[in-house]
């Protein structure tokens, strides 16, 4: 039995006519003899009656009285509601399909909730349900608890399992449809000269999204890592022939050796910088760790620490300094460039380019760090589209 496993987002089930783009590349992957199972998001984004932010909305968004498992009985609904539509239409069509929820699919997860964990999936109702069926349409970004509670999977959920689903079932491939036709060497918002990219590795392709490429989700392309599945990221839109960016590994890749292959950020961010010499490193980071509070892009000094935050945790953070008489240097309105590509490794002379590009372009690097295949640096948010343009420049 070949299966192929397809997600499409929110964009892609929004209304009839994308739907009605999807459904094609679902017919094609049957004509080809595969079983298929498709992922599906919640209808749409924030405004779309049904979307994942429009249903939080309903119970006064982050400050909703509801407790977590409460709000994940809300948030699943919106991709059971897409779940059961888009089947309908495969229906009409003549398919041979059948909606499950995350928990019909066998997806198992701890209890915590908003953020649950799969711990395991069953496979035996799909592989019963491909007995007599060609499509199987399952409810992205949820589960179920071993007590039987619906659980969501967090944010990105629906890639995810898209990715644990072609784990389990050792799928040929995972094809992750989007509203755009692959990944690009930058945001093409910003730089007009951005490039398609026909092959990326695991690796690339991850610290991309990490680094705020958001057609995919990085969790799920560790998923596909690990069981060797290739990944394709592909446009809803686009003809069943056109197969978008495939991600493998990278000794599959082009025949030349890259040296950058994107460009990606994040924007919105606040810098803080705290002199330690009246506070120790272990009670400041210790204070961030027990609100949960996440750190990003930390310098650690003998009397100095730098990090940054996300604009809504920044907040969180200052009132917790603030309660503690820590003092603190803020400063708002940071944006994070990262340059990425797996040939950067033990390459020399990378990180004097950027050097030299900003500089020539009057840009002043705030912070900066690097690993074996990304580099990164900090910029003020008003140089965030001189910085990536020129570093596009200069490396692609």
Excluded at 204 to 221: C, F, L, T
């Amino acid at each position: 039995m070949k299966i192929l496993v397809q997600k499409f987002g929110g964009t892609s089930v929004k209304d009839d006519e994308s739907r009605n783009a999807a459904k094609k590349h679902i017919i094609q992957a049957v004509e080809d003899d595969y079983k298929v199972i498709v992922v599906v998001s919640a209808i749409g984004r924030l405004g779309d009656p049904y979307a994942t932010d429009s249903l939080l909305s309903l119970v006064d968004g982050d400050q909703s009285l509801l407790d977590l498992r409460e709000r994940d009985l809300l948030l699943s609904v919106g991709e059971t509601i897409s779940t059961t539509v888009f089947t309908n239409l495969l229906k009409r069509e003549g398919l041979l399909a059948s909606a499950f929820t995350g928990q019909d699919a066998g997806i198992i997860t701890n209890e915590e909730f908003g953020n649950a964990k799969v711990e395991r999936i069953e496979t035996e109702a799909i592989l019963n349900a491909f007995e007599t069926l060609d499509v199987v349409v399952v409810a992205g970004f949820q589960g179920v608890s071993e007590a039987g509670h619906i659980t969501t999977i967090g944010r990105g959920g629906s890639d995810t399992t898209a990715a644990l689903l072609g784990k389990a079932f050792k799928a040929e491939r995972i094809d992750i449809f989007t509203d755009v036709s692959g990944m690009m060497t930058a945001d093409p918002r910003l730089v007009k000269q951005a490039k398609f990219l026909d092959v990326v590795s695991y690796q690339e392709v991850s610290n991309m999204a990490h680094e705020g490429a958001k057609v995919i989700h990085p969790r799920a392309v560790e998923l596909a890592m690990q069981a060797g599945i290739p990944l394709r990221i592909r446009s809803t839109y686009q003809t069943v022939t056109d197969l978008g960016t495939l991600v493998t590994n990278s000794e599959q890749q082009v025949g030349h050796y890259r040296l950058v292959t994107g460009i990606a950020h994040v924007s919105d961010l606040v810098q803080f910088t705290i002199e330690t010499e009246n506070y120790s490193q272990k009670i400041i980071f210790s204070l961030l760790a027990n609100a949960s509070i996440s750190v990003d892009f930390i310098n650690i000094f003998p009397h100095q620490v730098v990090f940054t935050l996300v604009k809504q945790e920044a907040k969180l953070a200052k009132a917790i300094f603030a309660k503690e008489n820590i003092n603190i240097a803020t400063l708002e309105n940071c944006a994070k460039v990262a340059i990425v590509g797996a040939g950067i490794t033990g390459v020399p002379g990378v990180t004097s380019k950027i050097v030299t590009t900003l500089t020539e372009a009057d840009i002043d690097i705030l912070q900066s760090a690097d690993s074996y295949t990304t580099i990164w640096i900090l910029v003020a948010g008003d140089h965030l589209q001189t910085a990536v343009c020129a570093l596009h420049d200069t490396f692609l």
